[in-house]
C-alpha cells in the first residue's frame, strides 16, 4: 500500500524565472532527422502531475532522444482523483511510475505489472520537523504527535516497534497534503517527501529537520516504473528504446537543473508552477537519483537485492501475504539492455 502521502503540486508565488538559462540556447544533442526510426506510440501513466520530478521524461521529448530511438510518447497526467495502477492494468496505459508500495500490494493482488526501472534508487520519503525542535531518531518521537498517511501506518508502527517503542508512545494522525499542521504546531512531525514537501516548507523560509525512512530502516523506491506483463513481453524493442531516450534525458536534466526547470514551468508542467520551488527539487532529487546503482549501473538501474528487502518489510507487517520475490515483481532485462547499449 502507498505509504506517502497525497502530493500536491507547488502553487506559484510569483518567482520569477527570469534568471534561468534559456532552455532554447542550451547544447543539444545531435538529433538529426536521419537518425531517427519509424516512431511507435507508447502511452506512460503518471503518477502524479505533470512536474520537475518527470522533468527527465520531457527534457527527452524536447530534445527528440524518444523520436531518435523510434519511440513516441504519451504521458498522461495523475493527480489525487487518479488510479494510476488501475489505468495501466486496464490497458489505458501500457507504461507508468509509482512509489513501490502500490505495486507491491497490486502484485499480490495478481495484478499482471512488472517493474522495469527506478528513478529514485534511495527514496526521500521522510519524517520531518522544524529546526528549532528537530526530531532526531526514532526515540525522540517518544511523547510526540506525527503525521502519517493512512496507508503507511502499518509500516510506521514497525519503525517504532524496531526502535524499542509501543504503539501508545507516539500519537499517529492522518496527514494532509500541505504539511502546514507542522508549521501550526498541530503536529510534530510530518511523513512525506523531503524533495516535495520539505521543499515546500523551505520555500515558504521554515527551517526543517529530515529524518530518512530509508536509513531507519524503511528501504523503498519511488518513480518506480512499471508495464503491463503482455505488453512488455510483446514490445520488448520498444520498451527498451523508451529506456534509453528516457536514460539521455534523465541524465541532461540533472547535470542542466536549471533550464530543466524552466522547461517545465514554461512549456510542459501542470499550471502554476513555481520556477524556484521546481529549481530547489530537481537539485534536491539528485543525490536520491544517482545513489546506489544510479551511479554505479547507470540511471534508472534495478538493485533485485533492495526490492527483496522492501518486499521482506511489507510481508513482516502482513500487507504481503505470499512467497513473492523480487524475482516475481520484478525484470531487470529491459533496463539492462538499455544501459548495455
Known amino acids: 500500500m502507498d505509504f506517502s502521502p497525497t502530493r500536491r503540486r507547488l502553487l506559484k508565488t510569483g518567482a520569477s524565472a527570469a534568471a534561468a538559462t534559456s532552455f532554447a540556447s542550451s547544447s543539444w544533442m545531435g538529433l538529426g532527422a536521419a537518425f531517427a526510426q519509424q516512431a511507435k506510440p507508447v502511452s506512460f501513466q503518471l503518477s502524479w502531475i505533470k512536474s520537475i520530478q518527470y522533468g527527465g521524461f520531457f527534457v527527452s521529448v524536447e530534445q527528440g532522444?524518444?523520436?531518435?530511438?523510434?519511440?513516441?510518447?504519451?504521458?498522461?497526467?495523475?493527480?489525487?482523483?487518479?488510479?494510476?495502477?488501475?489505468?495501466?492494468?486496464?490497458?489505458?496505459?501500457?507504461?507508468?511510475?509509482?512509489?513501490?508500495?502500490?505495486?507491491?500490494?497490486?502484485?499480490?493482488?495478481?495484478?499482471?505489472?512488472?517493474?522495469?526501472?527506478?528513478?529514485?534508487?534511495?527514496?526521500?520519503?521522510?519524517?520531518?520537523?522544524?529546526?528549532?525542535?528537530?526530531?532526531?531518531?526514532?526515540?525522540?518521537?517518544?511523547?510526540?504527535?506525527?503525521a502519517v498517511g493512512v496507508g503507511g501506518r502499518p509500516l510506521f508502527l514497525n519503525l517504532l516497534l524496531d526502535a524499542g517503542l509501543k504503539p501508545g508512545d507516539v500519537t499517529i494522525v492522518p496527514s494532509a497534503p500541505d504539511p502546514t499542521a507542522l508549521v501550526s504546531g498541530q503536529?510534530?512531525?510530518?511523513?512525506?517527501?523531503?524533495?516535495?514537501?520539505?521543499?515546500?516548507?523551505?520555500?515558504?523560509?521554515?527551517?526543517?529537520?529530515?529524518?530518512?525512512?530509508?536509513?531507519?530502516?524503511?528501504?523503498e523506491t519511488t518513480g518506480t516504473l512499471y508495464g503491463r506483463e503482455d505488453f512488455l513481453k510483446a514490445n520488448k524493442d520498444l520498451v527498451v528504446s523508451f529506456l534509453k531516450a528516457s536514460i539521455e534525458g534523465l541524465?541532461?536534466?540533472?547535470?542542466?537543473?536549471?533550464?530543466?526547470?524552466?522547461?517545465?514551468?514554461?512549456?510542459?508542467?501542470?499550471?502554476?508552477?513555481?520556477?524556484?520551488?521546481?529549481?530547489?527539487?530537481?537539485?534536491?532529487?539528485?543525490?536520491?537519483?544517482?545513489?546506489?546503482?544510479?551511479?554505479?549501473?547507470?540511471?534508472l538501474a534495478l538493485d533485485l537485492s533492495l526490492f527483496d528487502k522492501i518486499i521482506d518489510v511489507y510481508r513482516k507487517v502482513g500487507i504481503v501475504k505470499s512467497d513473492m520475490k523480487a524475482a516475481d515483481l520484478c525484470d531487470p532485462t529491459y533496463i539492462d539492455a538499455a544501459l548495455s547499449a
Open 65 to 146: 532522444s524518444y523520436k531518435k530511438f523510434g519511440v513516441e510518447p504519451t504521458f498522461v497526467s495523475g493527480g489525487p482523483n487518479v488510479d494510476p495502477i488501475a489505468n495501466v492494468a486496464s490497458g489505458q496505459s501500457q507504461l507508468g511510475d509509482r512509489p513501490i508500495g502500490p505495486l507491491i500490494v497490486a502484485k499480490e493482488k495478481g495484478i499482471p505489472i512488472k517493474v522495469i526501472g527506478t528513478v529514485f534508487q534511495k527514496s526521500p520519503y521522510s519524517i520531518m520537523s522544524l529546526a528549532k525542535s528537530p526530531i532526531k531518531s526514532l526515540q525522540d518521537m517518544k511523547g510526540k504527535t506525527i
Open 251 to 299: 541524465g541532461w536534466s540533472l547535470k542542466n537543473p536549471e533550464p530543466t526547470a524552466k522547461l517545465m514551468v514554461e512549456k510542459y508542467g501542470a499550471p502554476g508552477l513555481d520556477y524556484q520551488a521546481q529549481l530547489r527539487e530537481i537539485n534536491e532529487s539528485k543525490p536520491y537519483i544517482e545513489f546506489g546503482p544510479g551511479t554505479a549501473k547507470g540511471l
Open 187 to 219: 503536529v510534530d512531525g510530518y511523513c512525506g517527501y523531503s524533495t516535495n514537501q520539505g521543499v515546500m516548507l523551505q520555500s515558504r523560509g521554515v527551517e526543517i529537520y529530515s529524518l530518512n525512512a530509508q536509513d531507519l530502516g524503511l528501504p
